[in-house]
Nanobody, 119 residues
Framework: QVQLVESGGGLVQAGGSLRLSCAAS????????MAWSRQGSGKQRELVAN???????NYADSVKGRFTMSRNYAKNTLYLQMNNLDPEDTAVYYC?????????????WGQGTQVTVSS
């Protein structure tokens, strides 16, 4: 079983910054895909950023130049640095991964962390 624990959300004023973390634990052989998604109130979940193993990081147009996804390989932790935040960024942010485990390829979601940007 793999667990994802997100942290770092909170309330910030427009123009401010937050860094989200997603710590993965469990019997992970390798990461295939890592991503951050978000879902605002009354909105559909949308992909914010993702990276496929060995590939480049991709960002939604709405966050390009403001958000940066990175990873600490030693700690199996995924980060999302969010700068110049806008009230439109208010949402629950989720990390999700596709990993190889001893029982095959599995897909996991974190529990989500709330980000609220005030104007």
């Amino acid at each position: 079983q793999v667990q994802l624990v997100e942290s770092g959300g909170g309330l910030v004023q427009a123009g401010g910054s937050l860094r989200l973390s997603c710590a993965a634990s469990g019997r992970i052989l390798s990461f295939k895909t890592m991503a951050w998604s978000r879902q605002g109130s009354g909105k559909q979940r949308e992909l914010v950023a993702n990276i496929i193993s060995g590939g480049r990081t991709n960002y939604a147009d709405s966050v390009k130049g403001r958000f940066t996804m990175s990873r600490n390989y030693a700690k199996n932790t995924l980060y999302l640095q969010m700068n110049n935040l806008d009230p439109e960024d208010t949402a629950v942010y989720y990390c999700n991964v596709v990993v190889a485990t001893a029982t095959g390829i599995r897909y996991y979601w974190g529990q989500g962390t709330q980000v609220t940007v005030s104007s």
